[in-house]
């Protein structure tokens, strides 16, 4: 019994000591345990997969970026941002080339095409070939952005225009935007195209996109206005006023033509094309022409230029002294009929004018009473004023038969019934009626 009671109590004593201590410790503890801080769990390889790596599961059919990883001898290993990494077996990136293939490196970027979403071995089947499209198309709408020129290949054509393959993808020049070799060699019609147009290459801008539909329109003519604009920014900071250039005649219209200088056009206005009256450009210049022009001016604010034909050579009036004398009789050829007379022209570049009064002896209402535009007329010189540009000229004078007209250069009698007789001076005539 006494065994018993002290195993029992030995307990209680055991367990008041370790209270006591319990509690002296449990102060002591409270006194010197510092703040406790918060655990950080660590974060597992699978933790780190799901919080970075997209949870979209990869679709068959899906075009995307990926960066080279490695190259095997199947193929190349892509990290393309998913747990797996991506597989391009080298019968899907032929398309690349043996020399393509060489010249990938590790971390370039490339576009793949998803063939099957997980292989055999858990990596993505992919496809560079079959993605070589979408590739294209992302190249030329980077293009389109920055209005850059792009090239191509005609591959065939059809009754609207050409058809063009540009970075794999297939796109459509229109007839109108057709210019330069390609448009020579096109046949309208339907009808098959000259040899040499397929195969052509050619450089364009890109005037619409639309994937979703599968539609490229390009234009060979804004590639080249975008050329011709740059060359004429460059040449009109190179041209200088009054230096003779050597061009081509470009173009024709009913106001002028154009002339290449070597990339970039100049205007030779219908007024510069001669010193004579020109009814049409086509007149003097024909498209092709290879012609020197003068560069009347140059506008490098608005880059234009405008030439001119006629002052290569001296200006009529300037040597009008030198081929004709008050008095002398000349051939005329009427141009113009106004009220006051009719204008009439001696030479190239030289018009003058025969007044009312000058026209015939009789009084007459008006110049067409006596003659009309285009008649070949026998007048007679009666003033001369080079300064001025006006020559005056006789009608009724040179038609007088009790007169003799002197027809050399240096007559210069101005006989009774001239102008200034019937009609006041010469500078009457012009003066009131100019």
């Known amino acids: 019994m006494t065994t018993e009671n002290t195993t029992i109590d030995q307990p209680e004593e055991q367990a008041a000591d370790s209270a006591e201590e319990q509690g002296s410790g449990s102060a002591v503890a409270t006194a010197e345990r510092p703040t406790e801080v918060p655990v950080v769990q660590e974060l597992t390889m699978a933790d780190l997969l799901d919080q970075y790596v997209p949870s979209k599961a990869l679709r068959r059919g899906e075009i ?109 020049i229109p007839l109108s935007q057709l210019v330069g070799p390609a448009r020579e060699l096109y046949i309208p019609g339907g009808e098959p195209p000259k040899e040499g147009f397929v195969g052509m290459e050619v450089e364009f801008k890109i005037v619409e996109l639309n994937r979703r539909r599968n539609r490229a329109i390009f234009s060979e003519r804004a590639a080249l206005q975008a050329w011709k604009q740059i060359q004429k920014m460059r040449l009109v900071q190179e041209l200088s006023e009054g230096e003779i250039r050597r061009g081509r005649v470009a173009g024709i219209s009913n106001f002028g033509a154009f002339v290449d200088l070597g990339g970039a056009d100049g205007l030779i206005h219908i007024s510069e094309l001669s010193w004579e009256p020109v009814k049409s450009p086509e007149e003097v210049v024909s498209v092709g022409d290879e012609i020197d022009v003068f560069i009347l001016k140059v506008d490098r604010e608005n880059l234009k230029i405008a030439l001119s034909l006629r002052r290569l050579k001296p200006e009529p009036w300037d040597e009008v002294e030198n081929k004709f004398s008050v008095g002398q009789a000349v051939d005329g050829v009427v141009t113009k009929l106004a009220n006051f007379g009719a204008f009439a022209r001696i030479d190239a570049g030289i018009e003058g004018l025969i007044h009312i009064s000058e026209l015939s002896h009789q009084v007459i209402k008006h110049p067409r009473d006596v003659v009309n535009e285009g008649d070949e007329l026998k007048l007679k010189i009666i003033r001369i004023e080079p300064e001025r540009r006006r020559l005056g000229l006789s009608l009724k004078q040179a038609e007088d038969n009790g007169e003799v007209i002197d027809n050399s250069p240096d007559a210069t009698s101005v006989p009774a019934g001239s102008v200034e007789d019937d009609a006041g001076s010469f500078e009457d005539i012009f003066e009131k009626n100019d």
């Open 64 to 172: 995307i970026d990926g960066k080279v990883m490695s190259k095997t001898g199947e193929g190349l290993l892509v990290n393309i941002g998913y747990k797996s990494e991506g597989l391009v077996p080298g019968r899907e990136m032929r398309t690349l080339g043996p020399e393509g293939v060489e010249d990938l490196g590790i971390g370039d970027e490339i576009i793949a095409y998803v063939i099957n979403p997980e292989g055999p071995d858990g990596s993505s089947i992919l496809s560079i070939d079959r993605a070589r499209g979408e590739q294209g198309w992302r190249i030329l709408e980077k293009s389109m952005e920055s209005d850059e020129t792009v090239k191509g290949k005609i591959i065939g054509s059809n009754r609207g225009g050409a058809v063009v393959e540009s970075e794999g993808v297939q796109g459509f």
